[in-house]
């Protein structure tokens, strides 16, 4: 059964510095999505994705965050400086076309920002 | 807004015992409605949906049942396992322009042998 994979499965990195999260959707999917999940709390949607751009973001999703799809396989999600408050599992998932609205989450890469 | 609203745990069962876990959901208009399942340390598993009003999903003995009158998508479980035990995330679904998922709180289930 085809599956969204994503890496790191874990990351740690100091302040400041830049992350980039990478995922690899399922094939036939055209909507990309990243949710964050900080420890013990609820799933957050940060953005979504389609035909090459934003569709949708969440006000988590500021000028430190950024998404791109680079070819036809990946889609990475980027956090140029890191804060603390920026630990948390973050979760990729994918959607085939329009109407359909299930999606399918990856196994999530933990960040932790020290 | 559209937002959902489950039952604060962690909920306590004995195994073979009858689960319910309460969701309500607030949306304009008719959202798809999931359950997402995560065990300890792995992500989210979708584990059944509805997509209209009176549909019933069901897996892994696992049923909920979309209620449009009551705004409402309980899940229930006729008899759980210790292999049962997780979280379970109620959420909704709608076309915002890109079907955001929006998910409750997560309900921790803990099933004693």
């Known amino acids: 059964e085809p599956e969204v994979t994503q890496t790191p499965s874990h990351q740690v990195t100091q302040m400041g510095q830049e992350v980039i999260l990478r995922c690899v959707p399922i094939s036939n999917h055209l909507y990309f999505y990243w949710y964050r999940q900080i420890l013990g709390q609820k799933v957050e949607f940060l953005v979504s994705f389609y035909n090459n751009e934003i569709s949708e973001k969440s006000e988590i999703f500021d000028d430190q965050f950024s998404v791109e799809r680079p070819d036809g396989s990946n889609f990475t999600l980027k956090i140029r400086s890191t804060k603390l408050e920026d630990s948390a599992m973050y979760f990729c998932?994918?959607?085939?076309?329009?109407?359909?609205?299930?999606?399918?989450f990856g196994p999530g890469t933990r960040l932790l920002v020290l | 807004g559209n937002s959902v609203t489950q039952m604060e745990g962690p909920v306590t069962l004995s195994e073979e015992a009858f689960l319910t876990i309460n969701c309500t959901y607030t949306?304009?208009?008719?959202?798809?409605l999931f359950w997402y399942v995560q065990y300890p340390g792995e992500g989210l598993q979708l584990l059944l949906k509805a997509t209209k009003a009176d549909d019933k999903g069901s897996n892994k003995g696992f049923e909920a049942t979309y209620r449009k009158e009551t705004t409402s998508f309980h899940l229930e479980k006729g008899s759980v396992q210790v292999s049962d035990s997780a979280v379970y995330f109620c959420a909704l679904a709608r076309n915002t322009g890109g079907f955001k998922t929006i998910f409750g709180a997560g309900t921790r289930l803990f099933v004693k042998a």
């Open positions: 949306a304009t208009g008719y959202p798809s």
């Open positions: 998932a994918s959607s085939e076309e329009q109407g359909q609205e299930t999606q399918y």
